[in-house]
């Protein structure tokens, strides 16, 4: 009874998982990796129960993994080329939404920003972020060159200390939590990444988080200053922060 219940959990799992992936392969128009292997990539990294918001992040993720790849890469040339095809709707669609006028001119320039410094890419599943962020260099050099005046659009601001919860456009924001959610983990001392999580992701006060921790609001306010200042050296999180 117990293997045939897990065969239909499984079977379950499996069929929500397809369902994600064939609604986010439809709708943005994904052809450079199989709906099965895409599945698979996902069914391998979800936890049991994920829920469709869970696989929709890691479909996103694994995704944006192979269009680096593909971009980066050189033996297959005609891969790379329906890579840097999709890259530039991506981007296409963004820049009009904001530049209706500059759109093509911004996307085109954008596309060689994003050649050219593709290695500077860390993260490999945020790679559509970083091309978001070419996507606003590429805004500011056009401006620069016709002559006009501009103002810079960051992704999200806040100031010294402090971590926006939300970023401005609904383009690539869920990459841009996961590069930030990773990146705090990654910090070296435990107790600044629980109290950057547990303050910016996790709503608590900062008397709340020393309770948590067993340390004085002081410290928990020394942690999360320190942990963030690390942050900031992380090029791709320099849109959350304004010095």
């Known amino acids: 009874m117990r293997d045939a219940s897990s065969h239909t959990d499984d079977r ?17 128009d994904w052809a450079l990796l199989p709906e099965n292997d895409l599945v698979e990539l996902v069914l391998g990294s979800a936890q049991p129960g994920a829920l469709p918001a869970d696989l929709q992040r890691l479909a996103r993720h694994h995704y944006t993994t192979a269009l680096y790849k593909a971009c980066r890469q050189t033996d297959d040339p005609d891969r790379r080329e329906r890579a840097y ?55 500011q050099q056009e401006r620069r060159a016709r002559g006009g005046d501009w103002v810079a659009e960051e992704i999200g601001q806040g100031s010294t200390g402090e971590i926006p919860t939300a970023v401005q456009s609904r383009l690539g924001q869920e990459e841009q939590w996961q590069v930030l959610v990773d990146a705090i983990k990654r910090l070296p001392d435990d107790r600044q990444q629980k109290a950057i999580l547990l ?20 410290n928990v306010r020394v942690l999360r200053h320190r942990g963030i200042a690390r942050l900031r050296e992380d090029e791709q999180l320099r849109g959350y922060f304004e010095r």
């Open 12 to 28: 379950a799992s499996r069929q929500a998982c397809r369902r994600v992936v064939r609604k986010l392969i439809e709708r943005h």
């Open 85 to 139: 095809h999709e890259l530039f709707r991506y981007l296409f669609r963004a820049a009009y939404n904001r530049w209706p006028e500059l759109a093509e001119d911004v996307t085109q320039r954008a596309l060689v920003l994003v050649y050219e410094q593709i290695d500077r890419c860390r993260h490999p599943g945020a790679f559509l972020t970083f091309a978001f962020y070419k996507l606003r260099h590429a805004y």
């Open 199 to 218: 303050k910016f992701l996790g709503g608590l006060s900062d008397e709340e988080i020393g309770a948590r921790l067993g340390i004085t609001v002081s």
